[in-house]
């Protein structure tokens, strides 16, 4: 079993920048592709940024290329999603979500998932 705890989120000016980390516990994460989702009031969940088991392949969302950066500690059990110049639109709950056999575009466009995390809110306001 796997367990994802997501942290970093909270109140942030348009403009700024936060860090989410998720961190993985009960399994080792470096056999799992990983990504982040995020789901605003009102719509729908969507894909941000995947990374491979590997970390040689990232898919991006077009909202959010040039301004998010996805990696990954394998050793410390923990992937990262950098957020800089962000927007109000980007306000919403943020998830981490591990899968053992998805490719990452696919990963990213479908949302498929074995194991999610409880979510962490960003609100990016002034």
């Known amino acids: 079993q796997l367990q994802l705890v997501e942290s970093g989120g909270g109140l942030v000016q348009p403009g700024g920048s936060l860090r989410l980390s998720c961190a993985a516990s009960g399994l080792s994460l470096h056999y799992y592709a990983v990504g982040w989702f995020r789901q605003a009031p009102g719509k729908e969940r969507e894909g941000v940024s995947c990374?491979?088991?590997?970390?040689?392949?990232?898919n991006d969302a077009d909202s959010v290329k040039g301004r998010f950066t996805i990696s990954r500690d394998n050793a410390k059990n923990t992937v990262y999603l950098q957020m800089d110049s962000l927007k109000p639109e980007d306000t919403g709950v943020y998830y981490c979500a591990a899968d053992g056999g998805t490719e990452v575009q696919t990963m990213c466009a479908m949302g498929w998932a074995d194991w999610w995390g409880q979510g962490t809110q960003v609100t990016v306001s002034s």
């Open positions: 990374i491979s088991s590997s970390g040689e392949s990232t």
